[in-house]
């Protein structure tokens, strides 16, 4: 039996715990702070990229994730420019003003790292090619220690069975 009376609840909010836990044994243990992080780097990233590579990013995020994913999304408005690494870090530093002390930095790390453990490389490969060079190369290395763990993760499209 369903905790939530359907099972693609459950998965989705199972799912989104994993990925806050992973952000928290970067940030620390405050959750409300590791989903204002994911939140906050999901949309800067969002906003750098085209489209249709946005699209198909938030086509393999888990259901609620998706969500914050799309939240204000304004896809007439994008891309909006970014030159390197220390504007996307500034940028996602003065969206976590509003919240306890985290270095943007780390809150950048968390979240790519968790993409990385959750998103099929082929996707981020796309991704990260639509980013500016120093973004990308900092993520590279970062995904170079960081294994995927496709077992713990909702399959893309979960949301959509059955429809």
């Known amino acids: 039996m369903s905790a939530n009376g359907l099972e693609v609840f459950d998965k989705t909010i199972q799912t989104t715990h994993i990925w806050l836990n992973e952000i928290t044994e970067v940030i620390g243990p405050d959750r409300h702070l590791a989903w204002k992080v994911l939140s906050t780097v999901l949309h800067k990233l969002r906003d750098r990229l085209p489209v249709d590579v946005a699209a198909h990013l938030g086509a393999q995020l888990p259901l609620l ?3 914050v ?3 204000q999304f304004q896809p007439a408005k994008q891309p909006t420019r970014c030159r390197d690494l220390d504007e996307f870090v ?3 530093q ?3 003003s509003d919240v306890r002390p985290v270095a943007a930095v780390d809150a950048v790390d968390a979240v790519f790292g968790t993409l990385s453990r959750h998103v099929p490389e082929g ?3 796309i991704v990260r ?3 500016p060079e120093t973004i990308r190369t900092r993520w590279e290395r970062l ?4 294994p995927q763990r496709p077992a713990a993760t909702e ?6 069975r059955g429809h």
């Not at 995904?143 to 960081?146: P, R, Y």
């Not at 399959?155 to 959509?160: D, E, R, T, V």
């Open 143 to 146: 995904s170079d220690f960081t």
């Open 155 to 160: 399959a893309p499209g979960a949301g959509l």
């Open 129 to 131: 090619h639509a980013l």
């Open 94 to 96: 003065e969206w976590l």
């Open 90 to 92: 500034a940028e996602v």
């Open 69 to 71: 994913y799309y939240d």
């Open 123 to 125: 996707q981020l490969a």
């Open 65 to 67: 994730i998706r969500g």
